[in-house]
T-cell receptor, first 115, second 114 residues
Framework: AQSVAQPEDQVNVAEGNPLTVKCTYSVSGNPYLFWYVQYPNRGLQFLLKYITGDNLVKGSYGFEAEFNKSQTSFHLKKPSALVSDSALYFCAVRGLDSGNTPLVFGKGTRLSVIA | DTEVTQTPKHLVMGMTNKKSLKCEQHMGHRAMYWYKQKAKKPPELMFVYSYEKLSINESVPSRFSPECPNSSLLNLHLHALQPEDSALYLC?????????????FGNGTRLTVT
């Protein structure tokens, strides 16, 4: 069965510093990986996806993610954090063994950027 | 602003009421989804429609009844709900059910069952 792990419930970072939100996955076959962000009282917004090709994927709002097959990781990164980046971040995966399930989400990581 | 529109934004209903949640998208997407999200938890899949046909029902109680009148609209009919059904209900759509089609979510309906 496929699964996603986000090992940190909470990440705190100072404004202007680089940020990393961690994600590891387990699937059969090549993974399709996604990052979503959720602001308070809002739905999930699609940030970026990895399907194939370059291991470094660029997405919305200056975010990027690095796919590492050997470590089965897909960490979300941003070079310089903004206070407005504070939100709940979900990693999601879909693999060959996903059956009909569109996505499997991680439990989420709350990012707090402090001014 | 999201391209998936959900109404109402908030809904309070008693356990004997009947109400409906509505979702609309005009992106030409052919797959639509209902998710339930509890506070600080990831969304849980409830139903999937593909080309207006129900393709996944994740063992959801019959007090939740989905309907897809056409390719742009998705409804969730609610009847005899329980307080534990209080949650954020999210609608999403994607171009199709292909693995690389990202889901686009609405802002949800915050449902409170009293």
């Amino acid at each position: 069965a496929q699964s996603v792990a986000q090992p940190e419930d909470q990440v705190n970072v100072a404004e202007g510093n680089p940020l990393t939100v961690k994600c590891t996955y387990s699937v059969s076959g090549n993974p399709y990986l996604f990052w979503y962000v959720q602001y308070p009282n809002r739905g999930l917004q699609f940030l970026l996806k990895y399907i194939t090709g370059d291991n470094l994927v660029k997405g919305s709002y200056g975010f990027e993610a690095e796919f590492n097959k050997s470590q089965t990781s897909f960490h979300l990164k941003k070079p310089s954090a903004l206070v407005s980046d504070s939100a709940l971040y979900f990693c999601a995966v879909r693999g060959l063994d996903s059956g009909n399930t569109p996505l499997v989400f991680g439990k989420g990581t709350r990012l707090s950027v402090i001014a | 602003d999201t391209e998936v529109t959900q109404t109402p934004k908030h809904l309070v209903m008693g356990m004997t009421n009947k109400k409906s949640l509505k979702c609309e998208q005009h992106m030409g997407h052919r797959a639509m989804y209902w998710y339930k999200q509890k506070a600080k938890k990831p969304p849980e899949l409830m139903f999937v429609y593909s080309y207006e046909k129900l393709s996944i029902n994740e063992s959801v109680p019959s007090r939740f009844s989905p309907e897809c009148p056409n390719s742009s609209l998705l409804n969730l009919h609610l009847h005899a709900l329980q307080p534990e059904d209080s949650a954020l209900y999210l609608c999403a759509s994607s171009q199709d059910r292909g693995r690389n089609s990202p889901l686009h979510f609405g802002n949800g309906t915050r449902l409170t069952v009293t």
